[in-house]
DNA sequence: TAGTGGTCTAGACCACCAC
DNA sequence: TGGTGGTCTAGACCACTAC
């Protein structure tokens, strides 16, 4: 008897089957973060392994920030949670001291179509659907976005209602297409605003631009969205935390 | 009898203890990376607890970067290993598609001195060193660097030969001064060259400039350098990866 | 009060490395 | 071959949460 794991190679050790089994069951869905999943004496049962065998495997994903221990009450799935972009790229607090408010987000487009080199190299498909977004602090347009994600991930999601929007995408993906985004890779460099940009941002063309690329991956490790954004150089603020 | 833990909350668990024990000792640079720090079985006879409960104090510390196990070998300390920081900053090609050398490092300035509000606010003290360098790639300058670090931290430090100086930091900071930076966080925003960076980076006055200022921290998470570092915003690229 | 995760133990066997 | 870390077990008791 293989003790319940999924498909893995029999040549690993307990633990890390039981996490790639588990992760498993994260992308497709078993589980959602409103309801603990089974306790850690059950997944032993259910596994055949021992408690502590449990415990490492759930350790690992902890680490990964895909669950939540609670004491007393259970282990959860966690809703992502790097979501705060606005506030990684601008201050928040304007130049003259004043606290900006909570920022807003405004859908521009969303269609199928081909998508830039970048995205279709990152992506790993031409097959993509492009969101359009425009993010607001104060009612000031400070970030103009490009974003691709894959049709066969998304399937549907140009017909979506925009009521189905909040202010934030990643809970959508989630929520709608199971997609959960785990990691990403943000590369941050300076330009100069072209036409349309320019009139979005309410800047001049050829202004200072801040641009910032990112590959966003599920928990699984494929990228599943290239986005580019791009806001005024003036005042634009990365924060970024090294380990 | 108090398991031989130094002075630390008795109500906290062993391994957190026994953790912050380690720390300490890691801090006061009881260990160097060349020899195993004692093995699992002999810390768990030292401090009177389980093997297990030293592997979680070890596990802890190994996933904070600063431990490194070599399975049959021992337990090492992990020399800093973050300091590739130049090419976090610009592409490793230039714009022609050629591949750049190894990044140069230029000693300018080395003296005590008031640092400006920022650094004194990030490390919490007027008394300070100053360090100016100037960085290369294929000898073309891209970086300057301003670095202000606690004299209490590094004293005599702007004594040394410029013998004990490679093209790193922190490598220095660890060999003479005990000091082990663990993590840091930047902050990366746009501005104009002053006069002085502009001669420095073969720029002119007021040309575009990307700025990235960091505080670093050491294992005990006290500040211990603050930087600024300048480079022309053309061409530059900074990599982030988020969790 | 029952069930959950949190801590800790004492041992077993394995894989790997250095001598 | 001996010692190291790597995996795994089966249990104990504690702290906390929900009902």
Known sequence: MSKGFATTDA???AYVRLRDTLTARI?????????????????AREFDVSVGTVRKAVDGLVGEGLLERRQGSGTY???PSFNATLFRFFPMRGGDGAPLSIPQSKMILRSVTEGPAEATEALGTE??????RLRSLSDQPVLFEEIYIPRARFAGFETLPDTAFGPLLYPTYFEHFGVLVKRAT???????????????LHIKTDDPL????????????????WRIASGSAEGFLYRSEIN
Chains 1, 2 share one sequence.
């Open 186 to 200: 943000d590369e941050v460099s300076f330009g100069r605003a072209s036409d349309v940009v320019a009139q979005q």
């Open 77 to 79: 799935l966690r809703a």
């Open 210 to 225: 801040a641009v910032i690329c990112r590959t966003a991956f599920d928990v699984e490790d494929r990228p599943v969205e």
């Open 27 to 43: 992308a497709a869905g078993d589980w959602t973060p409103d309801w603990p999943i089974p306790s850690e004496a059950r997944l």
């Open 127 to 132: 097959d993509v659907i492009k969101i359009v």
């Open 11 to 13: 040549r690993l050790p």
